[in-house]
């Protein structure tokens, strides 16, 4: 099965920073790869599949780039509403992991 | 628009069963394999089954294999997650989700909390 690490797990910034999170995959998945935004109490939506496609009403301020094991999520300019949990997610093959998460919290 | 409805969440003792449903509605149900994902409290997100459109083809993470039986309806446009052995380390949020690679349609979920 394909293991996915996140990093970091936490993350304080604050309002106008950009941001990295990253994501690797223990093989191969070339751009089958998703990320997910989470807030407290609410289901996950998601934000970017295979790598760097925006999901429909997805602000441009998020980025996803990355193939083969090594994926990024960047956010360039952080607004209050974006501090939330998020997650990578290989969709190259079952069963589909998720990475451990990493909280984005305001400095 | 899409709406997922989970139901069945309960409190439950190790070692019990129990049956999740989710209820489709406002897209072509046969048409979409389905996922089911789970969140421990306070923890990640965990990818728990899917199903082909036809129900001819599942997959399972290893922690449930054996354990849980992901099946669907497609005439009453739903999904279910029969779950036996339960054991503690089950206990979570179980998110019904539309689709099989990319997760975008996800229902509010269902709490099982497995405890003596």
């Known amino acids: 099965d394909i293991q996915m690490t996140q990093s970091p797990s936490s993350l304080s910034a604050s309002v106008g920073d950009r941001v990295t999170i990253t994501c690797r995959a223990s093989?191969?998945?070339?751009?089958?790869l998703n990320w997910y935004q989470q807030k407290p109490g609410k289901a996950p939506r998601l934000l970017i599949f295979?790598?760097?496609n925006f999901q429909s009403g997805v602000p441009s301020r998020f980025r996803g780039s990355g193939s083969g094991t090594d994926f990024t999520l960047t956010i360039s300019s952080l607004q209050p509403e974006d501090f939330a949990a998020y997650f990578c997610q290989q969709s190259y093959s079952a069963p589909f992991a998720f990475g451990q998460g990493t909280k984005l919290e305001i400095k | 628009e899409v709406q997922l409805v989970e139901s069945g969440g309960g409190l439950v003792q190790p070692g019990e069963s129990l049956r999740l449903s989710c209820g489709a509605s406002g897209f072509i149900f046969e048409n979409y394999w389905m996922t089911w994902v789970r969140q421990a409290p306070g923890k990640g997100l965990e990818w728990v089954a899917n199903i082909k459109e036809d129900g001819n083809e599942k997959y399972y993470v290893d922690s449930v294999k054996g354990r849980f039986t992901i099946s669907r309806d497609n005439a009453k446009q739903s999904l279910h997650l029969e779950m036996t052995s339960l054991r503690a380390e089950d206990t979570a949020v179980y998110y019904c989700?539309?689709?099989?690679?990319?997760?975008?349609?996800w229902g509010q979920g269902t709490l099982v909390i497995v405890s003596s």
């Open positions: 989700v539309r689709d099989r690679l990319e997760l975008a349609d």
């Open positions: 093989q191969n998945i070339a751009t089958s």
């Open positions: 295979a790598a760097s």
